[in-house]
């Protein structure tokens, strides 16, 4: 099974800065890459698909980029609500596979 | 598009609960479906995706065997079917729709119901 890893599991951040989130993957999975952002207490959004492709209504201040085993999720001049968990998500099939997460705190 | 997931309890381990996913502002029909579901500070766990259809299921290791999905197009509702339950399948359940008929991307996520296996 493909493992997929992301880094930092928490990142400190002050509003204004701009911050990138790794997700690697244990073998190359092409572009097949989602990112969402979930806040506590809420259901995850969908961000970004196929690695760099931004998901209708996202913020432009979000941007995704790689392929095969590493992506980035990079969010320029970070915003108070900005603040939350961000997932990646391997899913070239009909199941999906999510990395453990990164905290974006202040 | 609205997904309103419900079912969710206090149950004993080893006991059943059927979740629940009304969906409506969509054909129904036309996406698969996946339960996804998190842990009390944790992250996300995949845990059974269905087709459009029907035709296609599939589950993670952890739940097979005791999960059962399936949906009625006819309802416009999705359902997880959970049986032998443990305490590491305490959890908030959501339903999640996939953006087209087979890839596991979810673009649209209900509100979560949570199961607690106690």
């Known amino acids: 099974d493909i493992q997929m890893t992301q880094s930092p599991s928490t990142l400190s951040a002050s509003v204004g800065d701009r911050v990138t989130i790794t997700c690697r993957a244990s073998q190359s999975i092409g572009i097949w890459l989602a990112w969402y952002q979930q806040k506590p207490g809420k259901a995850p959004i969908l961000l970004i698909y196929k690695a760099s492709n931004l998901e209708g209504g996202v913020s432009s201040r979000f941007s995704g980029s790689g392929s095969g085993t590493e992506f980035t999720l990079t969010i320029t001049s970070l915003q108070p609500d900005d603040f939350a968990n961000y997932y990646c998500q391997h899913y070239n099939s009909f199941s999906g596979t999510f990395g453990q997460g990164t905290k974006v705190e202040v | 598009v609205q997904l309103l997931e419900s079912g969710g309890d206090l149950v004993q381990p080893g006991g059943s609960l059927r979740l629940s996913c009304a969906a409506s502002?969509?054909?129904?029909?036309?996406?698969?479906f996946s339960w996804v579901r998190q842990a009390q500070g944790k992250g996300l766990e995949w845990v059974s995706g269905?087709?459009?259809?029907?035709?296609?299921?599939d589950y993670a290791n952890s739940v097979t065997g005791r999960f059962t999905v399936s949906r009625d197009n006819s309802k416009n509702t999705l359902y997880l079917q959970m049986n032998s339950l443990r305490a590491e399948d305490t959890a908030i359940y959501y339903c999640?729709?996939?953006?087209?008929?087979?890839?596991?991307?979810?673009?649209?996520w209900g509100q979560g119901t949570l199961v607690s296996v106690s």
């Open positions: 999640a729709k996939h953006s087209g008929s087979f890839l596991a991307l979810f673009d649209y």
């Open positions: 502002g969509f054909t129904f029909r036309n996406y698969a």
């Open positions: 269905i087709s459009g259809s029907a035709d296609k299921t």
